[in-house]
T-cell receptor, first 111, second 115 residues
Framework: QKEVEQDPGPLSVPEGAIVSLNCTYSNSAFQYFMWYRQYSRKGPELLMYTYSSGNKEDGRFTAQVDKSSKYISLFIRDSQPSDSATYLC???????????FGKGTKLSVKP | DAGVIQSPRHEVTEMGQEVTLRCKPISGHNSLFWYRQTMMRGLELLIY????????DSGMPEDRFSAKMPNASFSTLKIQPSEPRDSAVYFC?????????????FGPGTRLTVL
């Protein structure tokens, strides 16, 4: 079993839809959880950063962590064509030095 | 700030040739990471340095791969000899470990094709 599992998609939604992206993990020691966004032919960029369990909101984006279920989610409200990208979850035990990434979910938001 | 700079952006080479990828981290960052991204395996950490010292190289696939960081503003990843299965996008990232967010900033990547 891989440490981090993420459905690769692709996921296609109409503009304005609510998008739900998810990852599951097996290592209960993970404490820091991140979502990166990667546009085509670009490097990943940090979108959301959460420590331990709970929710974090930033504009149209909400990150949720459920450590009891080893499950994290990213919600995008009122999705826009500019949100079309690959979204990668990442997590680490205690240091940015050992980020474990999911394979990424490719999202396409159609106008 | 110019961000993380990688060169070359694209590299096409023949099997058996030596390949050298270069990275300039963000000024003031103390940690540097090399990743490889493929469709099959996703984004994998190869090696990371803290204060120019290699900390974890367990992701380096085999002896054909080597990485150096001679100073705080430059790192190289070398593949010798290269093989077709090394074809991937190689990313460099840097961060200031110990800061409040420890965010890793990625470069634009080097797309390597080994024929």
């Amino acid at each position: 079993q891989k440490e981090v599992e993420q459905d690769p998609g692709p996921l296609s939604v109409p503009e304005g839809a609510i998008v739900s992206l998810n990852c599951t993990y097996s290592n209960s020691a993970f404490q820091y959880f991140m979502w990166y966004r990667q546009y085509s032919r670009k490097g990943p960029e940090l979108l959301m950063y959460t420590y331990s369990s709970g929710n974090k909101e930033d504009g149209r984006f909400t990150a949720q962590v459920d450590k009891s279920s080893k499950y994290i989610s990213l919600f995008i409200r009122d999705s826009q064509p500019s949100d079309s990208a690959t979204y990668l979850c990442a997590m680490t035990v205690g240091s940015q030095g050992n980020l474990i990434f999911g394979k990424g979910t490719k999202l396409s938001v159609k106008p | 700030d110019a961000g993380v700079i990688q060169s070359p952006r694209h590299e096409v080479t023949e099997m058996g040739q030596e390949v050298t990828l270069r990275c300039k981290p963000i000024s003031g960052h103390n940690s540097l990471f090399w990743y490889r991204q493929t469709m099959m395996r996703g984004l994998e950490l190869l090696i990371y340095f803290n204060n120019n010292v290699p900390i974890d190289d367990s992701g380096m696939p085999e002896d054909r791969f080597s990485a150096k960081m001679p100073n705080a503003s430059f790192s190289t990843l070398k593949i010798q000899p290269s093989e077709p299965r090394d074809s991937a996008v190689y990313f460099c990232a840097s961060t200031l470990l110990g800061s409040s967010t420890d965010t890793q900033y990625f470069g634009p990547g080097t797309r390597l094709t080994v024929l």
